[in-house]
């Protein structure tokens, strides 16, 4: 796989450029993963004070919606993983078929996404705007439904930069790909997998609880 682009003074041979450029990308996650652990943190806070109404918050969200935006990032994790294992000179196409079609599914999941929002806006669940919610439990229903909204719009903001990097990398695929090319690949793909396991933590959180009672 040529390489012809010669690397930077600071790095010592292109393996030392590669391994600086996948660590600087594991640092960043750990970073993200500080950004929803304090989230998810907060979640379990207020879901422990007011367990009904949480309950009642996920009852209201779109299970169906919600399980197929799953299997939709799943699908979508498993293609960056296929372009990263076959990517060579020989396998331009394919890789950039790959990555395509995981982009294009990561715009299934923020169309879908759009149209959960619609019908929670009609349903008058968005704290701030157009909540209405009777009952006792109305105080924890609202709680629930901000941590939804600020949760799943930073994950939708994260997926709209992984879709744009994947796309960026199909177009440059399609020309000779170099190391240089694959190690951004792979980190792209480390992005695309964290941003994949946020969204199972999140929908374990939202769309579970509270389902198998009334």
């Known amino acids: 796989m040529p390489d012809s682009s010669a690397f930077a003074p600071q790095y010592a041979s292109i393996p030392h450029r590669d391994h600086t450029a996948e ?80 982009a294009c599914l990561g715009l299934v999941f923020i169309a879908l996404k759009g149209i959960e929002y619609s019908r929670e ?12 919610f009777a009952g006792p439990k109305a105080n924890g229903v609202q709680l ?24 960026t990398l199909a177009t440059i695929c399609r020309k000779a790909p170099t190391t240089r090319h694959h190690t951004a690949l792979h980190s792209a793909a480390l992005y695309w997998h964290f941003v994949d396991v946020v969204w199972i933590f999140l929908f374990a959180l939202i769309y579970l609880p509270g389902r198998s009672t009334s």
């Open 23 to 102: 660590l600087g990308m594991w640092v960043f996650i750990a970073t993200e993963v500080l950004l929803f652990g304090g989230l998810i943190l907060a979640y379990f806070v207020y879901r422990h004070a007011l367990p009904q109404g949480f309950a009642a918050g996920s009852r209201h969200t779109e299970i169906v919606i919600g399980t197929a935006n799953t299997a939709v990032l799943l699908t979508s994790s498993f293609l960056v993983a296929w372009a990263v294992e076959v990517f060579s000179p020989a396998t331009t196409r394919i890789v950039t078929w790959l990555l395509v079609g995981a």
């Open 121 to 132: 806006y009609d349903e008058h669940l968005i704290p701030g705007i157009d909540f209405q």
């Open 144 to 167: 629930f439904f901000i941590f939804y909204f600020i949760a799943t719009a930073i994950h939708a903001l994260h997926m709209l930069i992984g879709i744009c990097l994947l796309l």
